[in-house]
């Protein structure tokens, strides 16, 4: 049963460059949130994807957008790179249609570094 | 919404002793309270939770106890060892009931286990 799974593990761009990360859930969880973890901090809530649609979002501009396939695979876009983005994105997977709906387990994270 | 702090921000602890991490919530509709430790470069691991319907759980060393009343939850780790090292962060998710699945998170405290 394999656990989250994102990629690449490391990515480095320079500013105003675009960028597209990706996530697996967990087998069986049907829903993925995105995370973004600055150096030092706790997670930051970027948005949720459940049924293909975002359902919730955090304090992230417009240029942080996403996507949930019908595999429930998740890919988060991030447009217009600044240096400020640079940070660790981590993926976690649940799933909603259960009483433990809001149990989260996180993939390895991606570490972004803006140039 | 829902807002979470914890306490302390840093803990040092001599290895053997208990330490113990705190978190206070706002929501009194918050149902589920996990905890997670991060160690350095790496993802956030779900070690303990509990729900509102129960004041405490353990887990071998570990425990965590909810205080619904005072909308505060804690969390136990006795005889420490320097594996427990760690940044430890709380966390609060809100009832579904208004369509809010996600988790509210704690900005963590980093645990020192003194040799």
């Given at each position: 049963?394999?656990g989250v799974t994102?990629?690449?593990?490391?990515?480095?761009?320079?500013?105003?460059?675009?960028?597209?990360?990706?996530?697996?859930p967990k087998?069986?969880?049907?829903?993925?949130?995105?995370?973004?973890?600055?150096?030092?901090?706790?997670?930051?809530?970027?948005?949720?994807?459940?049924?293909?649609?975002?359902?919730?979002?955090?304090?992230?501009?417009?240029?942080?957008?996403?996507?949930?396939?019908?595999?429930?695979?998740?890919?988060?876009?991030?447009?217009?790179?600044?240096?400020?983005?640079?940070?660790?994105?981590?993926?976690?997977s649940?799933?909603?249609?259960?009483?433990?709906?809001?149990?989260?387990f996180?993939g390895?994270?991606?570490?972004?570094?803006?140039? | 919404?829902?807002?979470?702090?914890?306490?302390?921000?840093?803990?040092?602890?001599?290895?053997?002793?208990?330490?113990?991490?705190?978190?206070?919530?706002?929501?009194?509709?918050?149902?589920?309270?996990?905890?997670?430790?991060?160690?350095?470069?790496?993802?956030?691991?779900?070690?303990?939770?509990?729900?509102?319907?129960?004041?405490?759980?353990?887990?071998?060393?570990?425990?965590?106890?909810?205080?619904?009343?005072?909308?505060?939850?804690?969390?136990?780790?006795?005889?420490?060892?320097?594996?427990?090292?760690?940044?430890?962060?709380?966390?609060?998710?809100?009832?579904?009931?208004?369509?809010?699945?996600?988790?509210?998170?704690?900005?963590?405290?980093?645990?020192?286990?003194?040799?």
């Amino acid at each position: 049963d394999a656990g989250v799974t994102q990629s690449p593990t490391h990515l480095i761009k320079t500013r105003g460059q675009q960028v597209t990360l990706r996530c697996s859930p967990k087998s069986g969880h049907d829903t993925v949130s995105w995370y973004q973890q600055a150096l030092g901090q706790g997670p930051q809530f970027i948005f949720q994807y459940y049924e293909e649609e975002e359902r919730q979002r955090g304090n992230f501009p417009d240029r942080f957008s996403g996507h949930q396939f019908p595999n429930y695979s998740s890919e988060l876009n991030v447009n217009a790179l600044l240096l400020g983005d640079s940070a660790l994105y981590l993926c976690a997977s649940s799933m909603r249609r259960a009483l433990s709906y809001n149990e989260q387990f996180f993939g390895p994270g991606t570490r972004l570094t803006v140039l | 919404g829902e807002n979470v702090e914890q306490h302390p921000s840093t803990l040092s602890v001599q290895e053997g002793d208990s330490a113990v991490i705190k978190c206070t919530y706002s929501d009194s509709a918050s149902n589920y309270f996990p905890w997670y430790k991060q160690e350095l470069g790496k993802r956030p691991q779900l070690i303990i939770d509990i729900r509102s319907n129960v004041g405490e759980k353990k887990d071998q060393r570990i425990a965590v106890t909810l205080n619904k009343t005072a909308k505060h939850f804690s969390l136990h780790i006795t005889e420490t060892q320097p594996e427990d090292s760690a940044v430890y962060f709380c966390a609060a998710s809100p009832s579904p009931g208004g369509g809010n699945y996600q988790l509210i998170w704690g900005a963590g405290t980093k645990l020192i286990i003194k040799p």
